[in-house]
T-cell receptor, first 113, second 111 residues
Framework: NAGVTQTPKFQVLKTGQSMTLQCAQD?????MYWYRQDPGMGLRLIYY???????DKGEVPNGYNVSRLNKREFSLRLESAAPSQTSVYFC????????????FGSGTQLSVL | EDQVTQSPEALRLQEGESSSLNCSYT??????LFWYRQDPGKGPEFLFT???AGEEKEKERLKATLTKKESFLHITAPKPEDSATYLC????????????FGGGTRVLVKP
């Protein structure tokens, strides 16, 4: 059982380049999330999708866009990468039924030069 | 605004030396408080959910407790494999699906 799968695991971009981080879950979960993790800052929510067909901004949405492609897949796009977006990105999912036990992917380490 | 503060930032223990991690929170109506464990290079892994003051949960050498202002994660007789970063998060009734995380406590247990 794969759980939450993120690709790629590592990525280096130049300032201004664009890229899409992919995330898929095989647990039939309704809700999916994108977080970023920076030293000393904890995990901060970028965007989330409470259910298929809906997306909402989290705490730090600027510079990002998301697509909930179907129930399984939730992608995060950086249209014009900036050095401030250097971080570790985690995708997570949950049943979405109430109090949220999250299942996380293994992360994408992104460096923007 | 919901806030979560974890202390200490880092903790070095000898194997068998019990200790406690603190998670202080301010939230407008607590729906749930969560503890996660994160190993280097991996995503966080769920440990516990606590819902109301006075509640306790245990798993192997870990025990989580909750008051109206803080939660403690007690590590009893830790082993080197307990070395990890422990994250605390809160969910407010007004926040829907969203969690607010603390900065974590890095625990190193030496043999």
């Amino acid at each position: 059982n794969a759980g939450v799968t993120q690709t790629p695991k590592f990525q280096v971009l130049k300032t201004g380049q664009s890229m899409t981080l992919q995330c898929a879950q095989d647990m039939n979960h309704n809700s999916m999330y994108w977080y970023r993790q920076d030293p000393g800052m904890g995990l901060r929510l970028i965007y989330y999708s409470a259910s298929e067909g809906t997306t909402d901004k989290g705490e730090v949405p600027n510079g990002y866009n998301v697509s909930r492609l179907n129930k399984r897949e939730f992608s995060l796009r950086l249209e014009s990468a900036a050095p401030s977006q250097t971080s570790v990105y985690f995708c997570a999912s949950s049943e979405g039924a109430g109090t949220e036990k999250l299942f996380f992917g293994s992360g994408t380490q992104l460096s923007v030069l | 605004e919901d806030q979560v503060t974890q202390s200490p930032e880092a903790l070095r223990l000898q194997e068998g030396e019990s200790s406690s991690l603190n998670c202080s929170y301010t939230v407008s109506g607590l729906r749930g408080l969560f503890w996660y464990r994160q190993d280097p290079g991996k995503g966080p892994e769920f440990l516990f959910t606590l819902y109301s003051a006075g509640e306790e949960k245990e798993k192997e050498r870990l025990k989580a407790t909750l008051t109206k202002k803080e939660s403690f994660l007690h590590i009893t007789a830790p082993k080197p494999e307990d070395s990890a970063t422990y994250l605390c998060a809160v969910q407010a009734w007004a926040a829907g699906n969203k969690l607010t995380f603390g900065g974590g406590t890095r625990v190193l247990v030496k043999p």
